[in-house]
């Protein structure tokens, strides 16, 4: 069947209050700047019950964009006609059901405008009658070859016969915005992917050690960054210089504390970092015991530092489920390029799994950290990555 009408449901959306407007405005706008390029080439309409696309003609092209556009629940293909009679309706209906593939159908229709005459039983019965008396199609209501739907709407009546899945959640910045950790291994650019498509605004923000470290490890995440433009079409990343700081800890740090004390810092960083750009949360791609910095115990220690809100969407995940996403999201193998990141750079013997409070606030009265915290962040470097 042909389709000149892309019609987009909520989901979760649907169940907002008396917000619910401002949620289908941001989807609004998210769906536009995604579909920028074919501007010229569809009128979007809103509604209390769903977004259309009117579309100029057919574009394979911005149904594989609406995939990944956070906030739609599904969508479908569909054919608008003005029709209002219902003899000609049967026939426009036979007409476009005979292109469809299959044996077997079965006929849908919600009557949406009871100004329609008849009700939605009466009128599958009349199109499913003309259908079965011109054609050699069967019913089938269990598993059709072919699901027909039919929506009766003031504006309008919509045919059509598939659903799209879409990513669900929340639209772009509908939740708000939330920084980064973004380390350059598979788990962060998963939780990235997780947070934009619950409606969070991501930037990111990187600890960069050079020269222990690569400039490499920079082009690696700008290619994860554009990987995930794909969901938020522009993103800013943070290059906090970490050097100093690190090499401060493991001079004066107890064996086993090290990377305690660094992940203190880096939380202590992002969160001046977080507060300079008015965002108000931190996220990060941290999963329980995996490593030794995410166990109950040192996850306490290292919160310890902050009052703002951590996000950490990968809590509860399998590894061999985040492999999984980060494949389907295209982040994987870049994530796998051997460029070492700060956190892996000085090898530790036996890290602390149950690391003490009051040890790190001993560790850490030995030097000015504050000073160069505050220095990095003076110096910290930006990049924007947008979508092509």
């Keep these: 069947m042909d389709y000149n009408t892309i019609i987009?449901?909520?989901?979760?959306?649907?169940?907002?209050?008396?917000?619910?407007?401002?949620?289908?405005?941001?989807?609004?706008?998210?769906?536009?700047?995604?579909?920028k390029k074919f501007e010229d080439d569809f009128e979007l309409v809103k509604r209390h019950d769903h977004i259309y696309l009117n579309l100029k003609e057919?574009?394979?092209?911005?149904?594989?964009?609406?995939?990944e556009?956070?906030?739609?629940?599904?969508?479908?293909?569909?054919?608008?006609?003005?029709?209002?009679?219902?003899?000609?309706?049967k026939d426009f209906v036979l007409e476009q059901i005979k292109k469809e593939d299959g044996q077997t159908f079965k006929m849908k229709t919600r009557r949406i405008d009871k100004s329609f005459p008849y009700n939605s039983d009466e009128i599958n019965r009349i199109l499913a009658g003309h259908?079965?008396?011109?054609?050699?199609?069967?019913?089938?209501?269990?598993?059709?070859?072919?699901?027909?739907?039919?929506?009766?709407?003031?504006?309008?009546?919509?045919?059509?016969?598939?659903?799209?899945?879409?990513?669900?959640?929340?639209p772009k910045g509908a939740i708000g915005r939330s920084l980064m950790m973004l380390s350059g291994g598979i788990d962060s650019p998963v939780a990235a992917y997780l947070m934009m498509k619950r409606g969070i605004e991501i930037s990111c923000i990187h600890f960069a050690s050079p020269p222990y470290t690569s400039s490499a490890?920079?082009?690696?995440?700008?290619?994860?960054?554009?990987?995930?433009?794909?969901?938020?079409?522009?993103?800013?990343?943070?290059?906090?210089?970490?050097?100093?700081?690190?090499?401060?800890?493991?001079?004066?740090?107890?064996?086993?504390?090290?990377?305690?004390i660094m992940r203190r810092m880096m939380y202590r960083l992002a969160e001046k970092l977080a507060r300079k750009v008015h965002i108000y949360s931190i996220c990060n791609g941290e999963s329980l015991g995996q490593v030794a910095s995410q166990t109950i115990e040192s996850l306490y220690a290292i919160n310890a530092v902050t009052n703002y809100p951590i996000i950490r969407p990968l809590s509860t995940f399998d590894k061999v489920d985040i492999i999984k996403i980060s494949k389907d999201i295209n982040t994987y193998d870049i994530s796998i390029r051997p460029?070492?990141?700060?956190?892996?750079?000085?090898?530790?013997?036996?890290?602390?799994?149950?690391?003490?409070?009051?040890?790190?606030?001993?560790?850490?009265?030995?030097?000015?950290?504050?000073?160069?915290?505050?220095?990095?962040?003076?110096?910290?470097?930006?990049?924007?990555?947008?979508?092509?």
């Excluded at 556009?69 to 309706?89: C, H, N, Q, R, W």
């Design 217 to 260: 490890v920079i082009l690696k995440l700008q290619d994860i960054l554009k990987e995930l433009t794909t969901f938020q079409n522009k993103i800013h990343l943070y290059i906090v210089p970490f050097t100093k700081i690190q090499e401060e800890i493991y001079n004066h740090s107890f064996q086993g504390y090290e990377v305690t």
């Design 339 to 388: 460029y070492e990141d700060c956190c892996t750079i000085f090898p530790i013997k036996k890290p602390k799994t149950a690391p003490k409070i009051e040890d790190c606030l001993k560790i850490e009265e030995r030097f000015d950290y504050e000073t160069l915290l505050n220095e990095a962040i003076e110096n910290t470097e930006i990049k924007i990555i947008k979508a092509e």
């Design 8 to 35: 987009v449901r909520f989901g979760e959306m649907s169940t907002k209050g008396k917000n619910k407007k401002d949620f289908i405005n941001k989807l609004a706008g998210s769906i536009l700047s995604h579909l």
């Design 69 to 89: 556009v956070p906030g739609m629940y599904s969508f479908s293909l569909a054919l608008k006609t003005d029709i209002t009679d219902l003899d000609e309706l």
């Design 58 to 67: 057919e574009n394979q092209e911005i149904i594989d964009i609406l995939k």
């Design 131 to 170: 259908i079965l008396k011109n054609t050699s199609l069967k019913v089938d209501v269990h598993n059709p070859d072919i699901m027909f739907n039919v929506e009766i709407r003031d504006d309008g009546i919509y045919l059509f016969t598939q659903t799209i899945k879409g990513l669900g959640g929340y």
